[in-house]
């Protein structure tokens, strides 16, 4: 099984978790890939060593060198290419996009609860979050 990790908003949410899950997961023997938007490699290296984030592979984000690919077809197409089963990212533009065979996670926070109108209760109190201190 092939696991695809986000830096941003995935990894640097709570890199504790992330570098005892990819430990975790390369010692009982399955793949882990990053796949970020970084274009700056030399920083992501930097951040998962420092993280203690265990991978076999870093995929990085270059507008020129893909060719100006859009960057969440980009996405997509590493995951297919790298045949990742479970994608962890926080963008839901790229988990929307991901083909049905990979399943995609994705770490939520308040952000993305008041990007999805569930977070301030403008929505009404029939939704699962109406204030923030419901949710802590
Ligand atoms: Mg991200």
Known sequence: MVIGLDIDGAINRHPQFFAFMSQTLMQAGYEVVVITFREDR??????????????????????????????YAGKDRRCHTLRVDILFDDDPLVLCRLPPAILGMMPVDHQIHDWAGLGDGRDGPDKRCSSRTDCQ
Do not use: C, K, N, P
């Open 42 to 71: 030399a920083s992501a290296t930097d951040d998962l060593a420092a993280w203690g984030i265990r991978y076999g592979q870093l995929v990085t984000w270059s507008f020129q060198a893909d060719g100006g690919e859009d960057m």
